[in-house]
């Protein structure tokens, strides 16, 4: 796509950073925007970008949560481009610049051995296409914790409630019993019966076994068991006022409400992998005859964690919406959504996690992997719309950029500040004597930027003034023709900074 000129330049540029005092100053860029409703990765759960506070933290490009420090909206009638992969579907402007890498259309990098030589960096959303890779981030913060604290305080005029250890371990059985609940688990609270019920099928006799144990063990509470013939269920329940306290505490109560605290969410991987096995377990599926896994949920925030977890495994998942409806029997199903695991090496994880055993019969190709905290996943469609109306953007301390269900995008567009000091040449003439920027872009950004200001040192301000894109093409061997704006925008920021001298001049004269 880029020449070696264009390449040594992004890999070396020139004259990067600011003059202090600078004669004179030109700042450009292109706003980019995501449209009300984009769901943005929080450290707390998935937030709307137009709901998204100052101070708030969100998860940034390299895996780690950084501070919103401001909010940013505007009207916007154009183009706007729907890019879609296995992680889910994000809307963005055209300029918006993407984590990801461009897949050149040639024999070597149909597969996926081609395509991991290929270097990834930030593009706009208008070059990307369907096969390309996005390039999504694993949450690389990571916390431990051993234990919470219990309250046991009762309530007036309850005598009667067994207190439980004050103290719970965050071990492996804890956690499994917390994927349980946030699978098949839900909370009665009434007066005449405080309980947590866990629904299994009437098969599923080890894993009530297993709850009933945890609970001995963890609580000191002996779990009830039920057997319901005519709806082949089994149900276990814990009858404790604290033990439901804490779950509602740490999960919410009801289905769709659901979701894992943030300090669960950055437990050290290996630990979460129980916490996985029990939410599996409870509401999974494997099938063993056409290896795969799914997962179904009708909590959005619970089906996004989920999909973290998978992630931080090194287990590439899919995850779709299905939407409400009403089967041919008469019943009413709620909106959905479903995590699926098909691709070999993820199912291979995931299957020991859950002690399952799977005979892969036939090799497969991969079309997805991991390398360095980062999950390199093809993207399966672009499709362009036209949009009217709001759009939203995000200012994000350090990274610069943040997360989407399925992309990590740079916080601005290309970005140009290009400072130039200003000399005179044995003539007298005013020239240029130096020249600086700072770029926060794609490749051909940061390669005309840098080249650009190699070309203007020395020359007059109206020499300077006469460089135009095909000049800085041409410096650089040729750019590819969507790339050609980039040059246009290193052109503004030159003029832009000359203007700003010949105006401050022109106040200090007055």
């Known amino acids: 796509m880029y020449s070696e000129k264009v390449m040594d330049e992004f890999r070396h540029p020139k004259n990067i950073g600011e003059i202090k005092d600078a004669d004179g100053i030109g700042k450009v860029g292109n706003p980019v925007c995501l449209p009300p409703g984009s769901m943005i990765h929080a450290n707390d759960e998935f937030v709307p970008i137009d709901l998204v506070e100052n101070e708030q933290r969100v998860l940034g490009h390299e895996g780690a949560y950084n501070k919103v420090q401001r909010t940013i909206s505007r009207q916007y009638e154009g183009e706007m481009f729907r890019i879609k992969n296995k992680l889910g579907v994000t809307y963005l402007t055209p300029e918006h610049e993407v984590l990801a890498v461009k897949v050149p259309k040639r024999w070597k990098y149909l597969f996926a051995k081609g395509k991991k030589t290929l270097p990834f960096g930030w593009h706009h959303a208008n070059e990307l296409k369907k ?11 990571e916390k431990d ?123 050290p991987a290996k630990k979460q992998k129980s916490l996985i096995e029990g939410l599996w377990k409870g509401d999974g599926f494997v099938n063993r005859k056409i290896p795969r896994a799914d997962y179904a949920t009708i909590s959005f925030q619970l089906a996004e964690q989920i999909k973290t977890l998978l992630l931080r495994q090194k287990i590439i998942p899919s995850i779709y919406c299905e939407r409400a409806k009403t089967s041919k029997d008469g019943v009413r199903h709620k909106k959905a959504y479903r995590i699926h695991v098909g691709e070999r090496e993820s199912l291979k994880k995931l299957a020991k996690i859950l ?52 992309l990590a995008v740079h916080n601005c567009g290309d970005l140009m500040w290009l400072y130039i000091k200003v000399g005179k040449n044995k003539q007298g ?69 000359i203007e700003d001298y010949r105006n401050k001049k022109g106040k200090a004269v007055n």
């Open 355 to 406: 002690k399952e055993n799977l005979e892969f019969k036939k090799p497969a190709a991969t079309d997805s992997w991991f390398s360095d905290n980062k999950a390199f996943v093809p993207i399966t469609g672009v499709e362009k719309i036209r949009y009217a109306g709001e759009v939203y953007n995000l200012e994000i301390e350090d990274s610069k950029s943040y997360v989407t269900k399925s």
């Open 145 to 267: 914790r051993k234990f919470i604290e219990i309250s046991n305080e009762r309530k007036k005029f309850d005598y009667k409630s067994r207190q439980v250890p004050a103290r719970i371990f965050i071990d492996t059985d804890f956690l499994r019993l917390c994927g349980y609940y946030l699978a098949e688990g839900h909370l009665s609270e009434k007066t005449t019966k405080v309980s947590m019920g866990l629904t299994f099928n009437s098969s599923e006799t080890d894993l009530a076994k297993d709850v009933e144990t945890i609970s001995k063990n963890l609580f000191g509470v002996e779990a009830k068991k039920k057997i319901f013939e005519k709806s082949h269920t089994l149900k276990v329940e814990i009858n404790n006022v604290f033990v439901v306290r804490l779950f509602k505490s740490l999960f919410g109560k009801g289905a769709a409400k659901k979701k894992i605290p943030h300090w669960m969410m950055i437990l």
């Open 131 to 141: 096969g390309d890779l996005v390039v999504y981030p694993l949450v690389v913060e």
């Open 429 to 497: 003439e005013e020239i240029i004597k130096d020249a600086r920027i700072k770029t926060f872009g794609c490749v051909a950004a940061l390669a005309t930027s840098s080249k650009l200001t190699e070309m203007a040192k020395g020359l007059t301000l109206d020499e300077a003034l006469k460089i135009d894109k095909a000049k800085i093409a041409k410096e650089l061997d040729g750019l590819p023709p969507q790339k050609m704006h980039c040059s246009v925008l290193s052109m503004d920021a030159l003029r832009k900074a």
